[in-house]
């Protein structure tokens, strides 16, 4: 019964590969979201949908490509992996709203070699 | 510029010793703050979080925050930590419609 879940939780892959994260929510919630959180435990905002569309597109080189094929669900693309591109990778959801709180999945934790 | 700053990086207290975690945040409007914590290998779990009402807050596990205004600050207290409070702290602050995050600080408990 994991609130929102993501698949797979490590990956280890060679540079130049590419990759995906995936991410489902049974919280019946309409906003998801992907965070980055570096080596030095910095959490940072990659990506924002609400009910599919996509809301906030920080400054992610467009390798990084979500998508969304319904509310429940939002996916991670990654093309062409850097060394840079290690880090633990988190999806999240809630209602749209600023004070309504995000729930957040285990993580995926991706090494690129 | 940086919405949230956790002063501390990294704090050691003893089992059964109060805790207090320091946020400060810089946000013109009336802020919407939260207090997560991330254990070893785990993902984020909210502990509480203010936007209205009344400056203290209570949370899960036994924490509490309090919100001032004029120090713009939602420090994080425990009055006594146990063991399994060791995790890295977060305080985050909703600002521009996005979720962002201070840098953290690492609870290191000791017997």
């Known amino acids: 019964d994991t609130a929102v879940s993501q698949t797979p939780k490590y990956l280890v892959t060679q540079m130049g590969n590419d990759k995906s994260i995936k991410c489902e929510q049974n919280l019946g919630h309409d906003t998801m979201y992907w965070y980055k959180q570096d080596s030095k435990k910095f959490l940072k905002i990659m990506f924002s949908y609400n009910n599919k569309e996509l809301i906030i597109n920080e400054t992610v080189p467009n390798r990084f490509s979500p998508k969304s094929p319904d509310k429940a669900h939002l996916n991670l693309h990654i093309n062409s992996l850097e060394l840079g591109d290690s880090a633990v990778y988190f999806c999240?959801?809630?209602?749209?709203?600023?004070?309504?709180?995000?729930?957040f999945g285990e993580g995926s934790w991706l090494t690129v070699v | 510029a940086q919405s949230v700053t956790q002063p501390d990086i990294h704090i050691t207290v003893s089992e059964g010793a109060s805790l207090e975690l320091r946020c400060n945040y810089s946000y013109g409007a009336t802020p919407y703050l939260f207090w997560y914590v991330q254990s070893p290998g785990q993902g984020l779990q909210l502990l509480l979080k203010?936007?209205?009402?009344?400056?203290l807050v209570q949370g899960i596990k036994g924490f509490e925050a309090e919100f001032k205004r004029s120090q713009s600050s939602f420090n994080l207290r425990k009055p006594s930590v146990h063991w399994s409070d060791a995790a890295e702290y977060f305080c985050a602050v909703v600002a521009w419609g996005k979720l962002q995050f201070g840098a953290g600080t690492q609870v290191v408990v000791t017997p």
């Open positions: 203010y936007f209205s009402g009344d400056t």
């Open positions: 999240a959801s809630s209602l749209q709203g600023a004070g309504n709180t995000i729930y």
